[in-house]
């Protein structure tokens, strides 16, 4: 079936259900550890886990203003801070932006590919000894690494068939619709 560009827009993000058992998770991991889930920092991750991909600061406290208009930077950035060393969301170093862990409460962080253009990110799950590798040779280096988070840059699927002038190519005439 041949799909105009227009209309390759996903709307893969979580249902309400979803979304709702995710922060829930979340809410109980937080608790186990001793730390609280506040409303500030519920909602930042609610923003994060509906947006689906990796969203800016300033996008964030935007959001949170249309509903909370007396929110502050600072409130924003705290929530942000908590939710980093929690292990629920990462920091996107590429695109400065955050984006919420595919594992939200294992914290068996995976290697992130972040697409460069949309902010799109996977956590690709099954890397644990390219992982262990890699840290074993950082070590060996003599370096300490100053974060967890292993990231590659690259451009998404749908970036792509959207960049693919081929993609658009139409040499013969189709049937009206
Ligand atoms: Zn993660
Ligand atoms: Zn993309």
Request: aromatic share 4%.
């Amino acid at each position: 079936m041949n799909t105009p560009a227009n209309a390759a827009q996903s709307h893969d993000h979580s249902s309400a259900d979803a979304l709702q058992a995710a922060v829930t998770m979340a809410d109980d991991y937080c608790r186990e550890r001793g730390q609280k889930l506040t409303p500030i920092r519920r909602t930042v991750l609610e923003l994060l886990l509906t947006s689906g991909r990796a969203t800016k600061a300033y996008t964030l406290l935007d959001e949170m203003r249309a509903m909370h208009p007396n929110a502050s930077p600072p409130t924003v950035y705290r929530a942000l801070d908590f939710l980093l060393s929690a292990g629920l969301i990462h920091r996107i170093e590429s695109i400065n932006a955050f984006t919420v862990c595919h594992d939200l409460t294992h914290c068996q962080h995976g290697v992130l590919v972040v697409c460069q253009q949309c902010g799109r990110v996977t956590e690709l799950q099954q890397q644990k000894q390219l992982r262990q590798s890699l840290l074993s040779q950082v070590e060996a280096s003599g370096y300490k690494l100053a974060g967890d988070d292993i990231e590659l840059k690259g451009i998404c699927p749908a970036c792509q068939a959207a960049e693919d002038p081929g993609a658009h190519k139409h040499d013969h005439d189709h049937a009206a619709h």
